[in-house]
């Protein structure tokens, strides 16, 4: 299904921001996910992040996999950059590119599937190298474009589609950030747009990776064995006059502003996933610290949230690699290629 074009009516009012632009410019085409999909709120949450940093969209580049999570940069920032790679392969064409040109803004939209199963290790990396991007891990548990299949990240005792219950321990991508270096991490909800804008802004703030992983709920393939309501039930017991299959209505999962410390939160299928934001006296530039409260939580059947660690004085891909202020991009191809004596001069060094 191709993306719908929204249309271009705006009314007079709207507040604009230093650039001139109203959110409706930070906008893109009109989403074809489920509705009450968690990634639409996520997006929502990029529009408002973008619009009040005043960040201009043409000097922006929305970089994806493969996957439902994927399919969020069509849906903002129509006039930035974009490339939708190969399934897994996201982080080291961003990589690439922030290499090439270091003076865009580089968004990276992920999935639980595409971040932490084919494209593990791309990711791991683009955390060593510690590029200078946005790393939003749109994180549900499933395969939601392939109907549902257990990711990574899913947690012991899910049930999938069919009603089997997963038994491998889940990938979690803040603790492995954490492992890695990363010089950002965070957790936060989809629907919880209060916690969640802070957080992208501060994100697109930080010079390094910033890896903010989002608990986005599936609202498509909660069914379950043993369930009249099921679609195997269903399939199991009518006579079907077309091959057909059937999405329910579902409304988007939004926190309340005022929500405590932790914040019990009723899933679409009727379970409950507990979310605790980090205290005011929380200290997110210690890693081992944040390694254990996030290890705490989880062992009190918890998921941490909120800005989790940053270190400011890390030093990014292109410090590493001591490349030169100037975008690589823009460089005259006298400076890019120096001639073959600067290149016999250099191989002389691996001799």
Known sequence: MTSITKPPVRHPGLPRNALGLTKRDYEGAMSTLCAGCGHDSVTAALIQSFWELDLPPDRAAKMSGIGCSSKTTAYFMKESHGFNSVHGRMPSVTSGANAANRDLTYIGISGDGDSLSIGLGQLCHAIRRNVNMLYMLENNGVYGLTKGQFSASADIGSMSKKGEANEQAPIDPVLLALTLGASFVARSFSGDKTQLVPIIKA?????????????????????????????????????????????????????????????????????????????????????????????????????????????????????????????????????????????????????
């Open 203 to 351: 994100g697109l703030s930080h010079r390094g990776f910033a890896l903010i992983d989002v608990i986005s709920p599936c609202v498509s393939f909660n069914d379950h064995d043993g369930s009249t309501k099921s679609y195997a039930y269903m399939r199991e017991h009518e006579m079907e006059a077309v091959d057909a299959d059937f999405v329910p209505l579902r409304r988007e999962i939004i926190l309340p502003e005022d929500h405590a410390a932790v914040t019990v939160v009723q899933l679409h299928d009727g379970s409950t996933v507990r979310l605790r934001s980090t205290s005011p006296d929380y200290n997110p530039t210690d890693r081992e610290k944040a390694y254990k409260h996030v290890r705490s939580c989880q062992k009190r059947g918890e998921v941490a949230t909120g800005l989790l660690f940053i270190d400011e004085a890390g030093r990014d891909l292109h410090d590493m690699n001591r490349t030169v202020k100037t975008p690589l991009a823009e460089l005259p191809f006298e400076t890019l290629c120096p001639g073959k004596g600067a290149m016999d001069a250099l191989m002389e060094r691996y001799r």
